[in-house]
């Protein structure tokens, strides 16, 4: 069972996988603040190409979101933050594992962008 805060589930296997790695904690640990995957590979010694693959299991796992940055020369980049502030793991009452995640409250702007992907969906 999995217990979220936000509006995507993730799958539980997916949590436990990108927790479970210790390059996916290091990234974790580095996100205070959102990066590139360029900042963040310099910061942690990931090779830029593992640092992809692992920020593709914590976007699986909802616990990384990629937002773009709109650069005025056209040239856009991809950042990163975390998208949760605690992930807890507990045993049910009937046995069986129960991961609650907490995401830090929406920002206006993702309110927005949310909003707007919703209306793209129905046009």
Known sequence: MLRDT???T????AVLDALDDP???TIIKELDEPMTANEL??????PLSTLYR?????????????????????HHTSRYRTAV?????????????????????QTTDERLERLWSEVRKET
């Open 10 to 13: 993730p799958q539980l296997q």
């Open 54 to 74: 692992k920020i593709d299991l914590l976007t699986d796992a909802s616990l990384v979101v990629e937002t773009t940055e709109i650069r005025d020369d056209g």
């Open 23 to 25: 390059a996916c904690r």
């Open 41 to 46: 590979a310099d910061e942690t010694d990931i």
């Open 85 to 105: 502030e605690a992930v807890s793991i507990e045993l049910d009452e009937n046995r069986e594992f129960d991961v609650g995640i907490e995401r830090p409250p």
């Open 6 to 8: 936000g509006d995507e």
